[in-house]
C-alpha cells in the first residue's frame, strides 16, 4: 500500500464506497469469470502469491472462514481474510492480521487498482459485454491488498455459488463445502442437485476437500465426490467420517467441544459462539488449518483453545444488549434460521421473546416466519435501510399475520420504532426490572442485524469528552 501518500487525492470512504457500489451487484449473474481472470493478469496474479482456504456452502461461511483466519493468525501466520457481506462498514469485507482496513488504506488500494479495471471495462464495452461488477472490484481490491501486504494465508468467503463466483480464480489449499441447501435459487438452479454443482465448483486438483454435514446428503455427496475424483483433489474430508464433533455442551458465551480430525483429537476447546452448527463450524475449520499451517500432527491444543475462544462474529446469535437481552442474527433462510431457533432454545431460558423482523422481498418470508413463529410470543415486522430490495412493512405484516395471527403482529415501518416497541413490551412484563426471562430477537437479513447493531452501539455522551471546565460553563449556561 502506498503508505508515504495514503489518500493523496482527500477522498472519502463514502465518495468511494458509491463508486463502487454504483456497479452492477453480483446478484446481476453473469456466468464466467474471465474479466476476474483477466484483471489478475494484469495485476500480476497477485492471488497466486499466498496459501488460500476457500469457503463456501449455503450458510456458515462468514463463521468458519472467522475461525480459520484466527487459528492461523494464532499460530504466527500472516493471515488476509475477505467476507460478505458486511454487517455496519464495507471495510469489514477486507482483514489483514485480523484488523479491517482503514478507511484510508480501503481507498489507497482502490486508488492502486482502478486504472486497471478502467482498462478492462473499457475493453469489455468494445466487445459488448458489461463492466466488473461490485463484488469483482471488491475482490480484485481484496487479492491485491493482501499480495501487498504481503499474507501467508488468505482465507476467503464464496460471494454465491461457487463454480462462476468472482473468488473462482483461486486454487484452494483447503476447500472447504458447508451445508447445501436451497438458496439463491434464481441464479444458482431451482434443485438442491443443481447448487451443489456450483457449491463444488470451487474444488481444484491438489486442494483438500473438507465438507460439513450435509441436510440433504443424499443428493449433495455423490456431487460433491465426483468433483473430488474428476478434479483429482489431494483429499476428503468429510464431517460424520473422517472428522466429527464427539462431543459438545453449552457453557458460558458460548460452548465446550471435543473434535476429531485427520490429525488428532481436540478435547474441551472452547468455542465463543452458540449452537451446533458452530461446533461443526469450528471443526472443519480445524480441519482446514491443519491443511495451511506448517505443522505436522495435530495442532497445540493450548493455541486452538485461545484461538477459537477469541472469535467474535458480528450479526450471528449476538448479543449486544442486556437487561432486556437483545439478540441481533442476520439468518434469512430455512437452514439458518432453524439454526438460530435451536441455539436460543438450547442456550437461553426467555419466558418472554419478541421478534423485530425485516426481511428481503425474493426470501422464503412465510417459510422463515413458520420457523420463527413457535418461540416468539409476538412479532413487531418493520423495514430495514435497504429499500430496493426489503419487503415492505405493510406486506410483511399480512405474511405475518397469516402465521401468527392478528392479535400477535404489530407493524412499524421504522426500524428504531420498532425495536423502541419490542423493547417497551418486554420491559412491561418484566415484573422484577432486571430482564432476566425477557428478550429481544432482531433478525431477518443482515441488513437489518448490521441496522439494529448501529442503532444499539453504546455511544459516549459528546460532553463527556470536554474538559470539566467546559462543561461547568455549558451547564451554568
Known sequence: MS?????????????????????????D??????????????????????????????????????????????YGLRTGLYTSPHVEKVTERIRIDGQQLSDDEFIDIWDQVKG??????????????????????????AFWAFADAPVDVAVVEVGMGGLWDATNVLDGDASIIGPVDMDHMQWLGDTVEQIAEQKAGIIKPNSTVIVGPQPHA??????????????????????????EVVSRKPAVGGQLVTLRTPNGLYEDVPVSMFGEHQAHNALSALAAAEVVVPVNGPLDGDV???????????????????????????????????ALR????????????????????DKDVEDVLGVLEPMLDTIVVTENSWKG??????????????????????????????????VDLVDAADETGVGYGHGV?????????????????????????????????????
Open 3 to 27: 503508505f508515504e501518500h495514503p489518500n493523496r487525492e482527500g477522498k472519502t470512504l463514502d465518495e468511494v464506497y458509491r463508486t463502487i457500489m454504483g456497479r452492477a451487484p453480483e446478484h
Open 29 to 74: 449473474f453473469d456466468p464466467k469469470i474471465d474479466r476476474m481472470a483477466e484483471i489478475m493478469d494484469m495485476l500480476g496474479n497477485p492471488q497466486q502469491s499466498f496459501r488460500v482456504v476457500h469457503i463456501t456452502g449455503t450458510n456458515g461461511k462468514g463463521s468458519t472462514a472467522r475461525m480459520v483466519e484466527s487459528l492461523c493468525r494464532h
Open 116 to 141: 486497471f479495471i478502467d482498462m478492462l471495462d473499457a475493453k469489455s464495452a468494445k466487445l459488448g459485454d458489461p463492466k466488473m461488477s461490485f463484488f469483482e472490484v471488491l475482490t480484485t481490491m
Open 218 to 243: 443424499e443428493q449433495v455427496m455423490p456431487i460433491i465426490e465426483g468433483t473430488v475424483r474428476e478434479k483429482h483433489a489431494q483429499g476428503l474430508v468429510r464431517d460424520g467420517e473422517e472428522m
Open 304 to 338: 486452538v483453545a485461545e484461538s477459537l475462544s477469541s472469535v467474535r462474529v458480528p450479526g450471528r446469535i449476538e448479543v449486544v444488549r442486556t437487561s432486556p437481552t437483545i439478540i441481533v442474527d442476520g439468518g434469512h433462510n430455512l437452514n439458518a434460521v432453524n
Open 342 to 361: 435451536d441455539a436460543i432454545e438450547e442456550n437461553f431460558d426467555f419466558q418472554q421473546l419478541v421478534g423485530v423482523v425485516s426481511m428481503m422481498a
Open 389 to 422: 430490495r426489503v419487503m415492505s412493512a405493510e406486506d410483511l405484516e399480512k405474511i405475518a399475520v397469516d402465521v401468527f395471527g392478528e392479535d400477535r403482529v404489530i407493524r412499524k415501518d421504522f426500524l428504531p420504532d420498532a425495536i423502541q416497541t419490542a
Open 441 to 477: 430477537l432482531v433478525c431477518g437479513s443482515f441488513v437489518t442485524a448490521g441496522d439494529a447493531r448501529h442503532l444499539l452501539k453504546e455511544q459516549m455522551n459528546e460532553d463527556l469528552k470536554k474538559p470539566k471546565s467546559e462543561r461547568v460553563d455549558s451547564e451554568q449556561d
